[in-house]
């Protein structure tokens, strides 16, 4: 029984800061592969960023050298840091996590970049 909650979205002006979270129950962010997707109005969901269990991460072009994942191992939480902030970057955002045999989704937060 994974479950994942996400906070942290809300609204903020273009060049702002934005940090997530997504807390993981049921089982051990360690162990796991996390994700971060987000979705904009009529597009189709796209992968962000991505950090495995050995701390390896990556990035989609669009981000990279803006948003950084990262991960809190005593609070089973990961975190999406998302820094000069685009209109663009406007989306629902969801946490996603992988083990070997199951991936679950978080309820996903809406990010909203405009002035």
């Known amino acids: 029984q994974v479950q994942l909650v996400e906070s942290g979205g809300g609204l903020v002006q273009p060049g702002g800061s934005l940090r997530l979270s997504c807390v993981v129950s049921g089982s051990v962010v360690s162990s796991l592969t996390m994700a971060w997707y987000r979705q904009a109005p009529g597009k189709e969901r796209e992968l962000v960023a991505a950090?495995?269990?050995?701390?390896?991460?990556n990035y989609a072009d669009s981000v990279k050298g803006r948003f950084s994942t990262s991960r809190d191992n005593a609070k089973n939480t990961v975190f999406l840091q998302m820094n000069s902030l685009k209109p663009e970057d406007t989306a629902v955002y969801y946490c996603k996590a992988r083990s070997y045999e199951s991936e679950y989704w978080g309820q996903g937060t809406q990010v909203t970049v405009s002035s």
């Open positions: 950090i495995t269990s050995g701390a390896f991460t």
